[in-house]
């Protein structure tokens, strides 16, 4: 997949020179208008379906989202996940140029981790969520990025539909240093909220502080985030075992690549997911 205008070598660096600065970086028109359509409708079907199985009771160890009282409320954000599975579109995205192109660059050896939907709704006692880091350190010794996640806005993120909060320069810091969560914790003058239109990019270093915001609206916010590594490490399944045959034969040649682990971790990865896509029925 292009983005609607193709990137020069020297754009991508501009980004990605942006991206080392301050832990994150927005990029514009990054979804053609055909492909938002497909992309909302497998984010939105990828969230009911988890949300069907978790109020048919079955535990969803794998999403870990919690409400204001520390419970956990799927029917905010059902933060379904392995959304590759719901449809080509979500293929053809693991294909877009501009993720492999600032990977190659920001990464050096990247792995796909996984391919979330956070659909964020409506809910009248929903809080702003807790600023937090994904990974410790946010960057390499060798002053690479730890881990990015690409999250593609397919509704648009706005103030008040809560898009993500940010503390720019947060990425930078050693694994011995002390946790510090929020630098300035009474104060918004060091934080930012991500905006954008519907097909803008939002690609964040998962080692800088970040957080969602809480969705005002009565529309749904609709994201779909490549989540990228650049080792094997924090592989927890196997990605191309699990898109199957079908979605294998839609498959480029880079996505392939992209969704096969390393060899030596074949072994050890799931295979099994515990929500699939609901089949309708013929």
């Known amino acids: 997949m292009q983005p609607v205008?193709?990137?020069?070598?020297?754009?991508?660096?501009?980004?990605?020179a942006d991206l080392?600065?301050?832990?994150?970086?927005?990029?514009?028109?990054?979804i053609a208008p055909g492909y938002l359509d497909p992309l909302r409708d497998i984010?939105?079907?990828?969230a009911d379906d988890y949300i069907a199985e978790w109020q048919?009771?079955?535990k969803l160890p794998e999403v870990r989202i919690l409400d204001g009282k520390g419970k956990r409320n799927f029917t905010i954000n059902p933060n379904a996940r392995a959304c590759f599975m719901w449809g080509k579109a979500a293929m053809d995205l693991l294909d877009h140029d501009t993720v492999h192109g600032i990977c190659e660059r920001a990464l050096g050896t990247y792995h796909f981790l996984d391919l979330v939907a956070n659909t964020v709704r409506y809910h009248p006692e929903a809080r702003q969520g807790h600023f937090h880091r994904d990974f410790r350190p946010g960057l390499t010794d060798e002053g690479k990025h730890n881990g990015l996640w690409f999250?593609?806005?397919l509704d648009g993120y706005s103030a008040e539909n809560g898009g993500t909060r940010l503390i720019p320069g947060t990425h930078c810091f050693k694994a011995d240093e002390p946790e510090m969560m929020d630098p300035e914790p009474d104060s918004d003058s060091n934080k930012i909220q991500a905006t954008g239109d519907p097909g803008d990019l939002l690609i964040v270093n998962a080692g800088g502080l970040h957080c969602a915001g809480v969705n005002q609206t009565h529309k749904p916010r609709r994201t779909l985030n490549i989540r990228i590594v650049p080792n094997g490490d924090r592989l927890f399944y196997n990605a191309w075992e699990l898109a199957g045959p079908e979605l294998q034969a839609k498959s480029?040649?880079?996505?392939?690549?992209?969704?096969?682990?390393?060899?030596n971790r074949i072994a050890e990865l799931r295979t099994d997911w515990r929500v699939t896509p609901r089949r309708e029925k013929s």
């Open 5 to 16: 205008h193709p990137m020069s070598d020297e754009k991508l660096d501009a980004h990605v």
């Open 20 to 30: 080392q600065e301050n832990g994150y970086v927005i990029l514009r028109e990054q």
């Open 43 to 46: 984010a939105q079907r990828a």
């Open 56 to 58: 048919g009771g079955m």
């Open 151 to 153: 999250f593609f806005m």
């Open 252 to 263: 480029s040649a880079r996505v392939k690549r992209f969704l096969q682990p390393p060899a």
